[in-house]
């Protein structure tokens, strides 16, 4: 029987658009599930699968054919091509994939306006996101292999989608709101001083 460790670099480069769709699903509900833990109260797991679907219907392919998107319009690792294409994953990219997320979740919570979040919370998870994302997708598009870059981007996401979730379920986009609520957790949790 072939480890796993051998088996999933072939199958990325066999099958590479379901290999990383999946592998950036899973990381992305994993952030969700993290986040939850993190706030403390009960899984909500009806929740990570609204994640969950969200990334494989939308995020992960979208990551896919994005990334070799612009591989193909602007190929190779020169430093030139590299800020290049970090330029184009933040104006557009970015905005593309942060917008999907915010409409996506509300659409399949059932909310009456899908729009209510990303009005409210779009700039705010943007500006968040450009402290984050161009020393992910520089890191992506210098070093890692085009056949990994969607399972790169996913691995990163984690971070991203533990982040993005909780702004969705509490925060308001600002990395600010969320060491305000871990603050005002932590503050809490401590026994009432004598």
Not at 97 to 112: C, E, H, P, T
Not at 114 to 124: G, H, R, S, T
Not at 183 to 191: L, N, Q, W
Request: with cysteine; glycine share 8%.
């Amino acid at each position: 029987m072939a480890s796993w460790w051998r088996v999933f670099p072939r199958a990325a480069r066999r099958y590479p658009w379901p290999t990383n769709v999946l592998l950036y699903a899973g990381l992305f509900s994993a952030g969700d599930a993290l986040q939850q833990q993190l706030r403390g109260g009960p899984a909500d797991w009806r929740q990570t699968r609204r994640v969950a679907t969200l990334a494989v219907t939308f995020h992960g392919n979208f990551n896919y054919m994005w990334l070799r998107l612009l591989e193909r319009a602007l190929p190779g690792r020169a430093p030139r091509t590299v800020l290049a294409k970090v330029l184009c994953d933040q104006t557009v990219g970015g905005p593309i994939a942060l917008s999907a997320f915010y409409v996506g979740m509300n659409i399949l919570q059932g909310k009456d306006d899908i729009f209510l979040d990303l009005k409210q919370k779009f700039w705010n998870t943007y500006k968040t996101g450009l402290m984050y994302w161009p020393f992910v997708q520089l890191t992506n598009f210098s070093l890692v292999p085009v056949h990994w870059r969607t399972a790169y981007t996913g691995l990163c996401g984690f971070l991203w989608a533990t982040f993005l979730c909780f702004s969705q379920q509490s925060g308001d986009g600002t990395v600010k709101s969320v060491f305000i609520f871990f603050h005002r957790k932590e503050v809490g949790d401590r026994p009432p001083e004598k």
